[in-house]
């Protein structure tokens, strides 16, 4: 499984998200978009919109932290 997950350094459903998870043994690829306005610009690129966590997976954009819980429930 390959997750991406678009972060900031003060968002706490980027930590939620994060923590969700590592407590599912799931690696992740962190892009961390709060003082790169590059990073931030191919995020607002990919997804259209500004706000984090932007997760993917296997390449399929899944939404925040609440579509990723989501996601979860609907795929175990």
Do not use: M, R, W
């Given at each position: 499984m390959s997750v991406e997950v678009y972060t900031t350094k003060?968002?706490?459903y980027c930590?939620?998200?994060?923590?969700?998870?590592?407590?599912?043994?799931?690696s992740?690829?962190?892009?961390?978009?709060?003082f790169n306005p590059e990073m931030r610009?191919?995020?607002m690129n990919?997804?259209?919109l500004r706000?984090?966590?932007q997760i993917y997976?296997?390449?399929?954009?899944?939404?925040g932290?609440?579509?990723l819980v989501n996601h979860f429930l609907t795929n175990p």
């Open positions: 003060t968002c706490p930590f939620a998200a994060k923590d969700l998870l590592q407590k599912k043994h799931i992740y690829k962190e892009y961390d978009v709060s610009k191919i995020l990919k997804t259209g706000t984090v966590p997976i296997n390449g399929e954009h899944v939404g932290f609440t579509d």
